[in-house]
């Protein structure tokens, strides 16, 4: 069975594996993490330096097996079509913004 529960210190250990390029690494993180590959001190001392700033929430999937997935709930319009859809099919909607956030990452303009 499929389960959700805030994201540990230990899922770091699974999850940084996973993340097989740079580009990949950027995508999923918004361009959070200054270099690649990140460690596993990299992933958890992000979710430490916010942790009581209520601006992101970091969630973990785990079924029997262990840790299958995770995800960080921050800005809702992320350049991460796949992420988008996902969100929307678990109910959530987008909302629009004054202005979009963007940034420059790996030669192109990503909007969040």
């Known amino acids: 069975m499929l389960r959700l529960r805030p994201y540990k210190a230990c899922d770091a250990d699974v999850i940084t594996k996973w993340l097989k390029s740079e ?3 950027r995508q ?5 993490y200054e270099k690649y ?9 992000y979710y430490d ?6 601006k992101i929430w970091g969630m973990t999937a ?12 921050r800005f809702p ?8 859809r996902c969100y929307e099919s678990c109910g959530f909607q987008r909302v629009s913004l004054p202005e ?3 940034y420059r990452c790996m030669g192109e303009v990503w909007n969040c």
């Open 23 to 25: 580009y990949a690494l």
């Open 28 to 32: 999923w993180s918004a361009d959070r």
């Open 49 to 54: 330096r916010d942790k009581d700033s209520g």
């Open 62 to 73: 785990f079924d029997d097996t262990g840790v299958i997935g995770h995800f960080t709930m």
């Open 37 to 45: 590959p990140i460690t596993s001190d990299d992933m958890n001392a």
């Open 100 to 102: 979009p956030e963007s």
């Open 77 to 84: 319009n992320e350049n991460n079509q796949a992420a988008i």
